[in-house]
């Protein structure tokens, strides 16, 4: 009896210490990102670059897909020339008050965004946080507070973090506005997203936000944060929870936004153009 009771004595010490070096292990990583991050190596190519806080060389900085002209007015997303909006914000107005983003989901900025997204590259929050706060700058916004697009609280579980809420954190701690759970995902659309149009996407996601705040969010202008922006169907299910709570303005800002789809409606027999696909 004694001997056995030993026996499992050691296995549960054994086990013990095994997890004891496994959250070392997962410790030093974390220690590793915070304090020496991969300062003097460019994310993107990967070639020596100074020790100046961007975490790309200057080379790579300059062809990233920054939004600074050629944005939709409406959501922020990429238009391609100078039309004020997308096609998609030409046929229906989003709910909330406008969108803005600092890079369009291609190129380097989508390789960066899914390093962050995936774990690899935490320490990116940092920066991201600093271009977000510069892109609210330029579009001239001001807010009472911050909030971003949650997680179901399995899924969030599952990744361990929500990356929408560590940017919004981020921005809280350099701004000073307070950063408020204004926003529960109770559960995910029964339908997967990808395949439908914009307004089964908003019909899919109906019921899926709650705002938990027993007040009313009256005259407040709310700083929605996200990653990525899509074709803003997620977006507009948050404000019109928000507008319903009674606030007076939400405002999204996401790192990316996807270039919207380009519709090409087929014509009638013999009626197509010359040059058409
Ligand atoms: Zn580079
Ligand atoms: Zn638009």
């Given at each position: 009896m004694n001997e056995k009771q030993g026996t499992n004595g050691t296995e549960k010490g054994k086990s013990r210490s095994e997890r004891l070096k496994k959250c070392l292990k997962r410790g030093m990583i974390v220690l590793q990102e915070t304090f020496f991050p991969t300062d003097y190596v460019c994310e993107l190519c990967r070639r020596e670059k100074p020790s100046?806080?961007?975490?790309?060389?200057l080379r790579c900085r300059e062809d990233l897909p920054f939004l600074k002209e050629n944005y939709c007015h409406r959501c922020g997303a990429y238009v391609g020339d100078e039309s004020d909006f997308c096609n998609n914000c030409a046929e229906h107005t989003p709910l909330f008050t406008q969108g803005a983003s600092v890079f369009s989901y291609e190129g380097g900025a989508k390789r960066l965004l899914l390093k962050y997204k995936e774990g690899r590259g935490r320490y990116l929050a940092d920066w991201f946080a600093e271009l977000l706060i510069e892109r609210a700058g330029e579009m001239g916004w001001s807010a009472d507070c911050l909030t971003y697009v949650p997680m179901t609280a399995k899924k969030r579980r599952r990744r361990g973090f929500n990356q929408a809420e560590v940017l919004a954190r981020k921005m809280g701690e350099r701004t000073g506005l307070p950063v408020l759970p204004l926003l529960e995902k109770v559960k995910d659309p029964p339908h997967a997203q990808k395949e439908l149009s914009k307004e089964e996407r908003l019909e899919n996601l109906k019921g899926c936000f709650v705002c938990p705040a027993g007040e009313s969010l009256k005259g407040m202008r709310i700083l929605l944060i996200d990653d990525v922006k899509t074709t803003g169907a997620t977006a507009e299910e948050c404000a019109r929870v928000l507008f319903k709570k009674r606030a007076a303005e939400v405002l999204l800002l996401t790192l990316c936004s996807t270039r919207p789809k380009i519709t090409w409606e087929e014509p009638e027999e013999g009626e197509k153009p010359e040059n058409a696909p």
């Open positions: 100046d806080g961007c975490p790309v060389c």
